[in-house]
Every structure is written in structure tokens, then in C-alpha cells.
């Protein structure tokens, strides 16, 4: 097999910058490398000023500037033509790109288009409609605000739109998204694609095998020796419904194990909110929220924890907290709302929480958390995990896939 130059695109990276799209683009990055594979990646420095890491991986990253949202759009693809640029020169032309949004390449298509090298797009969810989930376009705002995000929203989609045209295949997380991709754009139906389920690092997420880890993560954070732990790791945006698992917490709170806390791990926009409904409800004092930990940091939580829960209420690609979660060997709970369902679906349909209300997060917790057999779950969910959901997987998977892509291109030229 032959060793590929590959470039891939990314919105930003570092310690602390959130999404799954990151930690796609960084697992897949990392491992294509160790694999002999040139990997060179374009990305926004985030957090500013931040340093490169040592992973195989050639970066070439730019700084984002102050200002409004069209002067940093404008910032975003000069710099990402610059760097491209630079790639090319530097390295010569690659075998393939790999994006990983529409913003990742802005600027792109032109050159992307005219490049002797086919792109690979990951779809990992809906532009527009994670920005119009994210910043709301209801009837609370004014008709000025709304026009501004419902401009806003079109551009997103426009720009998604030209990059993806450019694509000779598009890779999905999940088949919902999948499926959803090709509604916001119908043309996608008509290019290759494949369907790659993200997986977890099992040497990072794994289980503690004699509880004395737990111990020292719970005194850490505050947490009782003895409480029963219900944990969600989610951006703390509206789409991801950590609201609503709040309030299923704090509705079920007499029917759930004595000393239960619920730990909100992650940061966001809702985050101050969150804490003054916690406080409102009068669950405060069992609300403990982490802010943005490190994964070493997020995998010892999970380990610490009784039961994971995903309370997604829209556009959820695929869910790697979740595989994460299970990959930790506590069982996890989640919504029916996009890839939670299959994920969760390799285990138990039983998993799933019918609807996406306080109340149904609710019954689903007072439930699982009264199981006799919940650490069997536990079980079941690590072997799922373990079976199904793995980044080696993934990465041949997707080398894989940007192979046969490369051979369709080249075959394309040769009959021409």
C-alpha cells in the first residue's frame, strides 16, 4: 500500500476546543500519520496563542482576529487561502484532501476544484441549521434579529453548498446524518459516500478495574463518596438539551437513588443559566458543574459515574460521548433523536429515552437508576463499545474510502 499525502481541513484545534468534528479530525489525523502517511492539516489556532503538538501531524494554523462576523469570515479565507498555499508549495500538490466542514475550506473550492486530487467531505452536520439550533430564530426576537440570522444562515448553507460541490465523496457518522445531508442537499445523493460510526480511544476511556481512581476523582470534584452519579458531557448549547435533562433531574430527584448528583461536564453560552435553574429547582447543591476538563480529566468523570446520559433534542450527528461513556463501562442513556439511536441500538433498544421532554428523561432515569442490574449494563455497553466503535476501525475504514476516491479520480482521467 502505497503511503498518501494528505490534506486536511479543519475549522481550529487545541486543548479545549469543542465538538466531535474536532475530535474526528484529530483521532483520524494522528492515526493516518502513524500509519507512514504525509498529513498535512490547515486550522484555526484555538485557544489563541496556543502551541503545536507533537503528534506526526504537520500543522499549519492561523490566529483568529477581533471583530464582527463578516470581517473574521473575510479574515478566515485569506488566511485559509494563505496556508493553502504554503501547503502546496511546500509539499507539492496531495494525493487527496479531507475536509471536515464547509468553513474548514473557505475560500477553497476555486482552488480546491482545479487541484489534481480528489477531496473527501465529512458531513458531520447541517451548517445553517447548527447555527439557527445554536443562536435561535423564533418569534422572541425582533423582525430586524431575525432577518440578520436568517442571512446568516443562508450564507452558511451557501457556502457548505459550493464546497461540497467540489467533493468527490462524502463520509457520514452516522446514516440519519447521512440522510439528512442529502435533504439539506439533494445533489450529495448523487456522489459516493460512505457511512464511517466514530469510535473512542479505548486506552484513554476504559474502565477502573479496583474503584480507587473513582475515589480520588469524586474528592476532586467535590462529589460524595457515595452518591449516585449521573453524568452528561454535551456543549451547553440549546440543541443539546442539557436543559431538559436538568429538569428531568430535578422532577425525579425523590425517586432517584439517595444522594444523587448530577454532574454537567463542558462550557458554553447556557452554562450561566443552567446554574441559576439548577439553583432555581432547588437541586443546586446536587448539580456540580466541571466546566471544559481535559479528556484524561473527562475519562476519570466517566469512570466515577453511574449512569450516562445523552439528552440531545436536535441535530445530533453520532454522539462520541456516548461511545466514550460506554467504552468508561457505565451504561448510557440518550434520546432517539439522529446517530444516538445507532449507537445505542448495538446494545439495547431499551436505552432509549422515547421523546425528548423532561418528563421522558425522567421516567428513563427513575428507571435505569433503580436497576439491580445496572453494572451488568455497564457491561454490555464496554462490549458494544469495544466491538463496534473504534478509531483503528475508523481510520482503515476512512484510508479505505480516500483510496477507492483517489482510484475514481485517476480513472476518470484516463478515459478522458
Known amino acids: ?12 484545534f487545541g486543548e479545549g476546543c469543542p465538538g466531535g468534528s474536532t475530535r ?19 486550522c484555526q489556532t484555538f485557544p489563541p496563542g496556543s502551541g503545536v503538538p507533537d503528534d506526526g501531524v504537520e500543522y499549519l494554523r492561523y490566529e483568529d482576529i477581533p471583530g464582527g462576523e463578516l470581517k473574521r469570515f473575510l479574515h478566515r479565507r485569506n488566511a485559509t487561502r494563505q496556508a493553502f498555499a504554503e501547503a502546496i508549495g511546500k509539499n507539492g500538490p496531495p494525493d487527496a484532501v479531507v475536509a471536515h466542514s464547509g468553513l474548514a475550506a473557505l475560500g477553497l473550492p476555486r482552488e480546491l476544484s482545479e487541484l489534481n486530487a480528489p477531496m473527501v467531505y465529512y458531513f458531520h452536520s447541517p451548517w445553517h441549521l447548527e447555527y439557527e439550533a445554536n443562536v435561535g430564530l423564533d418569534s422572541t426576537r425582533g423582525p430586524g434579529e431575525r432577518m440578520r440570522v436568517f442571512l446568516a444562515s443562508t450564507l452558511r448553507r451557501k457556502i457548505e453548498a459550493k464546497t461540497i460541490r467540489t467533493a468527490r465523496g462524502i463520509a457520514t457518522l452516522s446514516h440519519s446524518m447521512w440522510e439528512l445531508a442529502a435533504a439539506t442537499h439533494p445533489f450529495i445523493r448523487k456522489k459516493p459516500s460512505k457511512v464511517i460510526h466514530g469510535g473512542a480511544d479505548h486506552t484513554v476511556f476504559h474502565p477502573d478495574e479496583n474503584g480507587k481512581e473513582t475515589r480520588k476523582t469524586r474528592k476532586r470534584f467535590n462529589i460524595p463518596d457515595n452518591a449516585f452519579v449521573i453524568i452528561s458531557s454535551r456543549r451547553m448549547v440549546p440543541r443539546t438539551g442539557l436543559d431538559n435533562l436538568l429538569a428531568a433531574f430535578a422532577e425525579s430527584a425523590t425517586k432517584l437513588p439517595k444522594e444523587s448528583v448530577l454532574v454537567l461536564s463542558g462550557d458554553g453560552p447556557l452554562k450561566k443559566d443552567l446554574s441559576l435553574t439548577a439553583a432555581k429547582m ?12 481535559p479528556e484524561t480529566d473527562l475519562a476519570a468523570l466517566y469512570r466515577a459515574s453511574d449512569l450516562f446520559v445523552m439528552p440531545s433534542r436536535q441535530l ?3 454522539g462520541l460521548s456516548t461511545v466514550e461513556a460506554m467504552a468508561s463501562g457505565i451504561p448510557a442513556l440518550g434520546t432517539n433523536i439522529g446517530g444516538t439511536a445507532e449507537v445505542l441500538g448495538k446494545v439495547s433498544k431499551e436505552l432509549l429515552i422515547p421523546g425528548v421532554s423532561s418528563d421522558a428523561i425522567a421516567a428513563k432515569l427513575v428507571d435505569f437508576s433503580n436497576r439491580a442490574d445496572l453494572k451488568e449494563w455497564g457491561k454490555r455497553c464496554l462490549d458494544a463499545a469495544k466491538t463496534h466503535f473504534t478509531w483503528e476501525a475508523h481510520t482503515d475504514s476512512l484510508l479505505e474510502f480516500i483510496q477507492e476516491t483517489i482510484a475514481r479520480q485517476r480513472e476518470v482521467k484516463t478515459t478522458r
Not at 474526528?24 to 492539516?41: D, K, M, P, S, Y
Open 24 to 42: 474526528v479530525f484529530h483521532e483520524t489525523a494522528i492515526r493516518l500519520a502513524r500509519a507512514g502517511h504525509r498529513v498535512t492539516a490547515i
Open 316 to 318: 445530533e450527528g453520532f
Open 1 to 12: 500500500m502505497e503511503n498518501l499525502s494528505l490534506l486536511v481541513l479543519h475549522e481550529a
Open 282 to 293: 432547588s437541586v443546586g447543591d446536587k448539580v456540580v458543574f466541571t466546566g471544559h476538563v
